[in-house]
């Protein structure tokens, strides 16, 4: 964890994974107000229930804002749908942030913020298995933590470098900003264990300085780090669907 600056009132720190570039991952605790995010959780739970799409491979429930992803067609199918009033102001922060602190072009070219949103619930103990967002999106995307802390593992897709293949850790607070792009979008896997409190090694753990983060943590006899998940949590990944017109030319 390195490089601690403040813009639009909001601290953010860069993290370093290695063979990354050193504005590949950026977390920002505090990104929203408490009211901003009590705002968010109910408008997440005044959607229909047909809103909520069951996921085939678990038991969570997400919500797809900005159309339906085929990951075959790498497109929208039926093209982009304009997110939801709800949304719409924390997008625009959320790409001025990635815009003006990561990478000017970060949602693609000329965008300026993201175009697609994914509700994701996990009660205490889910999780997300290891995997990648693909080639669907633009290579970045920032996710928004709510309600509960979890802690998110990186592992490195390139082959045998021992050093690189180790899991490191990022914890994520409520209410932080998570930022990754690049080369952390495209050669690492990120999940989340399926566990009630994650159990991470102290030096694996890219933010464990953090102020908050570290309230959070308690040390175990065996010196690693126990970070509890004390509620359902709710994240918000932002991304942009890339080529955004794509479908539209498919169909011709
Ligand atoms: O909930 C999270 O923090 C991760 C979600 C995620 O990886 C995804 O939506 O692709
Ligand atoms: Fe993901």
Same mark, same amino acid.
């Given at each position: $964890?390195?490089i601690?600056?403040?813009?639009?009132?909001?601290? =953010?720190?860069? &993290?370093?994974?290695p @063979?990354?570039?050193?504005? +590949?991952?950026?977390?920002?605790?505090?990104? #929203?107000?408490?009211?901003?995010?009590?705002y968010?959780?109910?408008? &997440?739970?005044?959607?229909?229930?047909?809103?909520?799409?069951q $996921?085939?491979?678990?038991?969570?429930? &997400?919500?797809?804002? *900005?159309?339906?992803?085929?990951?075959?067609?790498?497109? %929208?199918?039926?093209?982009?749908?304009?997110?939801?009033?709800?949304?719409?102001?924390?997008?625009?922060? #959320? *790409?001025?942030?990635?815009?003006?602190?990561?990478?000017?072009?970060?949602?693609?070219?000329? $965008?300026?913020?993201?175009?697609?949103?994914? %509700?994701?619930?996990?009660?205490?103990?889910?999780?997300? $298995?290891?995997?990648? +967002?693909?080639?669907?999106?633009?290579? *970045?995307?920032?996710?928004?933590?709510?309600?509960?802390?979890? %802690? &998110?593992?990186?592992?490195?897709?390139?082959?045998?470098?021992?050093t690189?293949n180790?899991?490191? @850790?990022?914890?994520?607070?409520? /209410?932080?900003?998570?930022i990754?792009? *690049?080369?952390?979008?495209?050669?690492?896997? @990120?999940? =989340?264990?399926?566990?009630?409190?994650?159990v %991470?090694?102290? +030096?694996?753990?890219?933010?464990?300085?953090?102020?908050?983060?570290?309230?959070?943590?308690?040390?175990?006899?065996?010196g690693?780090l126990?970070?509890?998940?004390?509620?359902t949590?709710y994240?918000?990944?932002? /991304?942009?669907?890339?080529?955004?017109?794509?479908?539209?030319?498919?169909?011709?």
């Amino acid at each position: $964890m390195t490089i601690a600056q403040t813009v639009n009132s909001c601290e =953010i720190t860069l &993290i370093h994974l290695p @063979h990354t570039s050193e504005n +590949d991952v950026a977390y920002v605790p505090n990104y #929203v107000s408490n009211d901003e995010e009590t705002y968010l959780l109910n408008a &997440i739970a005044d959607q229909p229930a047909s809103r909520w799409n069951q $996921m085939e491979t678990s038991t969570r429930r &997400i919500q797809v804002w *900005g159309g339906n992803v085929d990951a075959k067609l790498k497109a %929208v199918i039926g093209g982009v749908q304009p997110l939801p009033p709800f949304l719409a102001k924390t997008a625009e922060h #959320v *790409g001025a942030t990635c815009c003006s602190q990561v990478a000017t072009e970060f949602w693609g070219k000329k $965008m300026q913020k993201p175009n697609h949103v994914l %509700v994701n619930e996990y009660t205490t103990g889910q999780g997300v $298995m290891p995997h990648e +967002d693909g080639p669907c999106y633009q290579p *970045g995307v920032a996710i928004l933590s709510l309600q509960s802390p979890a %802690v &998110i593992t990186f592992t490195s897709k390139l082959g045998d470098d021992c050093t690189q293949n180790l899991p490191l @850790h990022v914890a994520l607070m409520p /209410r932080s900003l998570l930022i990754f792009r *690049g080369k952390a979008y495209t050669d690492y896997l @990120h999940g =989340i264990d399926d566990v009630e409190a994650h159990v %991470v090694a102290s +030096d694996a753990l890219l933010n464990g300085t953090d102020e908050e983060v570290k309230g959070a943590l308690a040390k175990r006899e065996d010196g690693h780090l126990e970070l509890k998940r004390t509620n359902t949590r709710y994240s918000l990944t932002f /991304r942009a669907v890339r080529g955004a017109m794509a479908w539209a030319s498919l169909r011709k």
